[in-house]
């Protein structure tokens, strides 16, 4: 057992390395980074945060960010919810080939999208607002989301449901105060999946957005072309974006390893 | 089991609502695309089937397909076998087992840009970790905007880095259901370690790994930020991925004729194959 | 084949067990025989299952030692001491055939092919698994499986013991009595010493020779299924077996006599031990239900609850705040009756501290020994 766990010990280490050097960058100063290699930062600098922190241009591609997120998990998960439901409890026309579907949106490259995209958001005259990228995330969360509830649900016995019914709730009561408590594991990790996915796409995100609903990562492009090359601003801009996945997977950590086994094939 | 319900389609509405929106508009503007030709001003010319023909026939859609395929190709080999063996030798409880998990699943969560960022200024020759490390420590001439291999190794390395843990994860989720009684039962029968992999371990991972194998390649299939953030296709065109290629296409050359058709032959390709690795994969459960 | 020693055996999950109550198994002696048909029946928690890993040999006692045919194995893994173990959940290896799974512990040991085929298709035809022996495993119905299990048990020829880890867990309830009298069939075809491992005492007492009784980590008794009911040397043997269980009624001991609500009981034989245990420790006066007859005459009593269960009827009385049950065949009184209770003295025993503290007397001592 001792021997054997020297191998997670040294693939964590092999994560950790190059955000080590990520985050060594955020604090070094400009002349440091380009003037040769230095293992740790010399001159301890905070310059690049407080950059970050006090122009809005920055700051406001996070809140944008964060913004459109939240926005797609709350829509992925609550649409999500009832059909994951439908699909777990009931045969109907065509049930298997619409959840087949569902999954093939998964394989679209965004890539292929992104111009259409483009083209239809601006005429429905949404574009460059939190909800276009919110509803465009859509497209690969939600299938993901049902993906995974409907194996959460799979777990639940049926008599969960007669029961209830025998009690005399009505299906929505049923559904809000009994049921999705008793699969609390499987929304939290679904909401966690459809946030990763959202907070890490940028292809379409960028797209999408010119000015207002900017995302952070789009303002780090930008950056690293025009202003030259500043490593550090970039560096700490970057560090700055692992924090929220972070603080979301601490909260799931233990259903993590859960959340697509629970899905069926 | 489960019963017959029509009505069980409001329940599927909003989600097929929301997703259609986004699958069938944009789909539809790509196939009439594909089949027209267009010198601006919004202006469209019936093209038929041409750009389907010439782009298969292209020599610079074969050659970013095979880069594509190679890439998906090592990355599934490396990560596969990589994650299985982690998740292997990770403890079955305790207290390191959510530490463990938290800190493997960090690099899904960084943004895609920012992967390819972090792995940019890591492996700058003389200035980043990685760089400095191989050139002037083990004295390895690398630099990969010069160096084709250098780059191909460097993306190959960062995917691994970045998606070896949701393998993890999956093969972990799918070893710790196994139940005690296996093991013992398997320790009775005098079964070697290899033995226990082979007629308990793996068995009992196939629903996970099938997921894990198919989403892997999914998306490393449609991977674009990543390596066009990190060697921005080159150095020439030796990393040019189909996704990037296809990008160049339609926003560089704003050629959406051939970027559309090539669109369609593409996500055809995805299904096609993960249709194929599903099929394979799952073949057994049926006979 | 061999006979089993457990000696002065003691088990803790603890790192630092300090009193007895750190202990899953406290102070275990015992010898099984060769050949024999044993359960092991206790309720949840009492330590049976970590005795029965400790034989297999997947755990290492705290303490003591376990011996086969007197050479110790105590340090041995699982698969050197030549021992099967069927578990709660059928255990199969989903991947393989019937007949592979069959021949997977043969094939692992390096047993030729021909030896291989001819145990399998042996077995096979004991079990009843033959005509699926091409068949996938991972298929089969949950009773099939178990078969299985108990196949590749069975299969090696050479087995020291055979135990079961509570087999009958998952089988449907109409299959249950099948697969048991199917393994009590084979106890008899192959004639391993088999350890059958249950909370359920009529899997244990239909099953086995000798039931060993176990509560709280300790042994209570050890015997036939005639000798636990006839004479339970602990009030838990008394309660656990038997529908209802055996009448605990605390009582005092004056002078030798057993003194209950002010009326003396008339005991089987004269009280064992020293006269100072009987006046310091808790003594109870335990009688089987069948033992207790309503009559005329005896201990004034009265009927709070009547239940016909088909073949009798129980009849549950009240002497002030004890409960006791009586078991007639006859017309039973109606709830509120006025009734007296009379006690078989043959079957009537002191308990001292829950162990049986009476000499039996002469003519089931008789029985016993010609038994």
């Known amino acids: 057992m001792q021997k054997r766990s020297i191998v997670p010990i040294l693939y964590i280490l092999f994560l950790m390395l190059p955000i080590y050097w990520l985050v060594a960058m955020s604090f070094k100063t400009t002349n440091e980074i380009l003037s040769g290699f230095s293992l740790f930062p010399q001159t301890f600098t905070l310059d690049a945060y407080r950059t970050i922190f006090t122009d809005p241009t920055w700051y406001w591609g996070y809140i944008n960010s964060i913004l459109y997120v939240s926005i797609n998990t709350v829509i992925s998960v609550a649409v999500a919810l009832p059909a994951a439901y439908a699909f777990s409890r009931y045969r109907f026309l065509g049930d298997k080939q619409l959840f087949f579907w569902l999954l093939t949106n998964r394989m679209a490259p965004a890539a292929v999208f992104a111009l259409p995209f483009f083209q239809l958001y601006s005429a429905v005259g949404i574009f460059d607002t939190h909800l276009a990228v919110a509803l465009a995330h859509c497209l690969f969360n939600i299938p993901l989301a049902v993906w995974i509830l409907e194996g959460f649900m799979g777990g639940v016995p049926k008599e969960l449901d007669e029961t209830a019914y025998v009690d005399g709730y009505s299906f929505p009561r049923f559904f809000v105060t009994i049921f999705i408590p008793s699969i609390k594991a499987g929304v939290g990790v679904a909401a966690f999946f459809a946030f990763m996915f959202s907070w890490v796409e940028l292809l379409l995100a960028k797209t999408l957005t010119a000015v207002a609903a900017k995302p952070i990562a789009a303002t780090m492009t930008k950056t690293a072309s025009s202003a030259g090359y500043e490593l550090g601003l970039l560096a700490a801009a970057g560090t700055l974006t692992i924090i929220p996945g972070a603080i979301v997977i601490y909260f799931v950590r233990n259903y993590i390893a859960k959340g697509f086994a629970m899905g069926r094939v | 089991m489960k019963t017959e319900n029509q009505k069980a389609w409001f329940f599927v509405l909003p989600v097929l609502l929301l997703v259609a929106f986004n699958a069938l508009i944009p789909m539809m503007t790509v196939v009439n695309y594909s089949v027209q030709e267009t010198f601006g001003d919004n202006v469209f010319f019936w093209q038929g089937l041409d750009w389907f023909e010439q782009i298969l026939r292209s020599e610079r859609f074969h050659a970013s397909l095979g880069r594509q395929f190679m890439f998906t190709f090592l990355i599934l080999i490396i990560e596969v076998p990589l994650g299985i063996a982690i998740a292997l030798s990770m403890p079955r409880s305790g207290f390191w087992v959510p530490v463990c998990l938290v800190l493997m699943a960090l690099p899904m969560l960084i943004p895609w840009n920012v992967v390819g960022a972090m792995w940019n200024i890591f492996a700058l020759p003389d200035i980043g970790l990685l760089g400095y490390f191989l050139n002037h420590v083990l004295g390895i001439h690398y630099d990969m905007t010069q160096d084709p291999i250098a780059a191909w190794v460097t993306i190959i390395t960062m995917d691994v880095w970045h998606w070896t843990s949701l393998v993890v994860l999956l093969s972990y989720a799918g070893l710790v259901s196994i139940p005690d009684a296996y093991y013992q039962a398997a320790k009775i029968d005098g079964a070697s370690n290899w033995s226990v992999f082979r007629f308990i371990q793996l068995p009992k991972m196939k629903t996970v790994l099938t997921i894990a194998i198919l989403l892997r390649f999914m998306d490393s299939f449609n991977i674009y930020t990543e390596p066009f953030v990190l060697t921005g296709g080159g150095p020439g065109n030796s990393t040019t991925l189909l996704s990037i290629d296809l990008v160049k296409i339609a926003l560089g050359q704003f050629d959406l004729g051939p970027a559309a058709a090539m669109s369609l032959i593409y996500f055809a390709i995805t299904l096609l194959v993960s249709w194929l690795f599903y099929t394979l994969m799952t073949k057994d459960d049926l006979n | ?371």
Not at chain 3, 85 to 109: E, G, H, K
Not at chain 3, 139 to 166: A, C, H, T, W, Y
Not at chain 3, 346 to 371: C, F, H, M, N, S
């Open chain 3, 1 to 371: 084949m061999a006979k089993i020693t457990l000696s002065n055996l003691r088990h803790s999950y603890l790192p630092n067990p300090s009193s007895d109550d750190d202990y899953a198994l406290k102070e275990i002696d015992l010898d099984w025989n060769d050949g024999g048909a044993y359960a092991l029946l206790g309720p949840s928690g009492c330590g049976k299952s970590t005795l029965l890993n400790i034989i297999s040999g997947l755990l290492v006692p705290s303490e003591g030692q376990i011996l086969f045919d007197g050479a110790n194995v105590t340090d041995l893994p699982p698969d050197q001491r030549n021992i099967a173990q069927v578990f709660q959940f059928p255990v199969i290896y989903d991947t393989m055939s019937v007949y592979d799974n069959l021949a997977f512990p043969l094939r692992n040991r390096g047993r030729d092919e021909s030896v291989v085929n001819e145990r399998v298709m042996a077995i096979a035809e004991m079990l009843e698994l033959t005509e699926m022996l091409d068949q996938k495993a991972a298929g089969l119905s949950p009773d099939n499986k178990q078969k299985i299990s108990m196949g590749r048990g069975l299969v090696r020829e050479d087995v020291n013991v055979v135990m079961f880890d509570e087999p009958l867990t998952v089988i449907d309830p109409h299959l249950k009595w099948k697969l048991r009298s199917k393994l009590k069939e084979l106890h008899q075809r192959v004639k391993a010493t088999m350890i059958y491992v249950t909370h359920d005492q009529t899997e244990a007492l239909t099953f086995a020779d000798q039931v060993v009784v176990m509560q709280e980590g300790e042994v209570v008794q050890i015997g036939t299924p005639v000798e636990l009911f006839d004479r339970p040397a602990h009030t838990f043997v008394g309660h656990f077996i038997g529908s209802p269980g055996m009448n605990v009624l605390t009582c005092e001991v004056t002078d030798g006599t057993a003194m209950f609500e002010g009326h003396a009981v008339t005991l089987e034989g004269p009280i064992t031990g020293n006269a100072h245990a009987a006046s310091t420790g808790r003594t109870e006066i335990g009688i089987r239900p069948e033992f207790v007859s309503i009559g005329k005459t005896g201990l004034p009593a009265t009927v709070t609850k009547v239940s016909d269960v088909g073949r009798h009827v129980v009849v549950e009385c009240h002497i002030g705040e004890h409960r006791i049950n009586a078991i007639t065949e006859g017309a039973a009184p109606a709830k509120g009756d006025a009734v007296h209770l009379e006690f078989a003295p043959d079957q009537t025993r002191l308990y001292i501290d829950g162990w049986v503290a009476t000499e039996p007397t002469p003519a089931l001592q008789a029985t016993e020994k010609e038994g």
